[in-house]
């Protein structure tokens, strides 16, 4: 099923057939060290990756309107980055993430791709508020959440069991930004 699509971007269900765009993201040590708690390891072979996305693709079928989504290039149908919009742990937040293929750094898709997930956030899922957790060293993930507008709210230590950077974007505040970066 797709989620949304953007200008450049469509964001879509899991398929067996993504292992390899997967692993080609969480096979990376630029990526994985800044995901969730430690240990913060790649995932080791393309044949652990399959394991990993059966359990992603079961968990995006127990609840269709959350979870963390893979997103290809329209041009060339290529899976290069996966967006998440799913409630924080123990709390009534809905948190948005961006994971890219460290080969596709550097051109905006992370960012185009958070902002479809917002769309579809203030939009068909009706929230008013969506947060962010970053790790204070995560330079380019800060810089995701300053392009997107969203306000900085401090350190919390209150998430994943980790100091992160907070940030959150209203839906009124969303409707106001720039649509430039
Ligand atoms: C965080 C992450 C997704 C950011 O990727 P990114 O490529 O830097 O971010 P974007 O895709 O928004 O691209 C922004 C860059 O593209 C440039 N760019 C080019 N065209 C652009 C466009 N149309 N729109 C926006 N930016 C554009 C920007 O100037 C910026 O360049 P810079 O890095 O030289 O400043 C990536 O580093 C990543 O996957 N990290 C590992 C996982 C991770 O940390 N996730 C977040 C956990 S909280």
């Given at each position: 099923?797709?989620?949304?699509?953007?200008?450049?971007?469509?964001a879509r269900d899991w398929r067996t057939a993504d292992a390899p765009g997967a692993?080609?993201?969480?096979?990376r040590d630029e990526v994985m060290r800044w995901l969730g708690p430690q240990p913060r390891v790649p995932v080791p072979s393309l044949e652990q990756m399959r394991v990993r996305l059966d359990?992603?693709?079961?968990?995006?079928?127990?609840?269709?309107?959350?979870?963390l989504w893979p997103f290809e290039l329209r041009s060339t149908g290529e899976l290069i980055g996966a967006v998440?919009?799913?409630?924080?742990?123990?709390?009534?937040?809905?948190?948005?993430g961006w994971?890219?293929?460290?080969?596709?750094?550097?051109?905006?898709?992370?960012?185009e791709a958070a902002r479809g997930a917002l769309g579809l956030a203030f939009g068909a899922r009706g929230l008013?508020?969506?947060?962010?957790?970053?790790?204070?060293?995560n330079v380019r993930s800060l810089a995701v959440c300053r392009r997107l507008a969203m306000t900085h709210l401090g350190q919390t230590g209150d998430y994943y069991g980790l100091t992160l950077e907070l940030f959150e974007l209203t839906?009124?505040?969303?409707?106001?930004a720039p649509a430039g970066w």
């Open positions: 099923m797709e989620h949304f699509r953007t200008d450049r971007l469509i692993f080609a993201i969480y096979g359990a992603m693709a079961e968990r995006a079928a127990a609840e269709p309107d959350y979870g998440l919009l799913q409630p924080l742990p123990a709390t009534e937040q809905v948190e948005i994971h890219l293929n460290p080969d596709h750094w550097g051109q905006g898709y992370a960012t008013d508020r969506v947060v962010a957790v970053v790790d204070p060293d839906r009124d505040r969303s409707v106001q």
